[in-house]
């Protein structure tokens, strides 16, 4: 069984940054694609970014292009998420999650192991 805490959430003003941090116990993540989710309220959860197993690939979703950025430490079972440039349509409760394969997918079917989320708000 594998646990996901999230943390580094937080309230931030529209233009600023925030770094959220995913830690994973249980097992080792290194073979396995990362990726972060969110969702804000009346809406699907919806995939914002991902890694894959080594670090080598990543993906964004078209509206976070440029201001975000996936990275992920295998030593340390650790998955980040630079967040800058914040906008308020980027407010969400956001969420890692560990894929089943070791490539980057964008399908939140695609994923085995969810954490509980962390609030982000930004405030115009």
């Known amino acids: 069984q594998v646990q996901l805490v999230e943390s580094g959430g937080g309230l931030v003003q529209a233009g600023g940054s925030l770094r959220l941090s995913c830690a994973a116990s249980g097992r080792t993540l290194s073979n396995a694609a990362m990726g972060w989710f969110r969702q804000a309220p009346g809406k699907e959860r919806e995939f914002v970014a991902g890694i894959n197993w080594n670090g080598g690939d990543t993906y964004y979703r078209d509206s976070v292009k440029g201001r975000f950025t996936i990275s992920r430490d295998n030593a340390k079972n650790m998955v980040y998420l630079q967040m800058n440039s914040l906008k308020p349509e980027d407010t969400a409760v956001y969420y890692c999650?560990?894929?089943?394969?070791?490539?980057?997918?964008?399908?939140?079917?695609?994923?085995?192991?969810w954490g509980q989320g962390t609030q982000v708000t930004v405030s115009s």
């Open positions: 999650a560990v894929s089943w394969g070791s490539t980057v997918v964008t399908a939140s079917l695609n994923y085995r192991y």
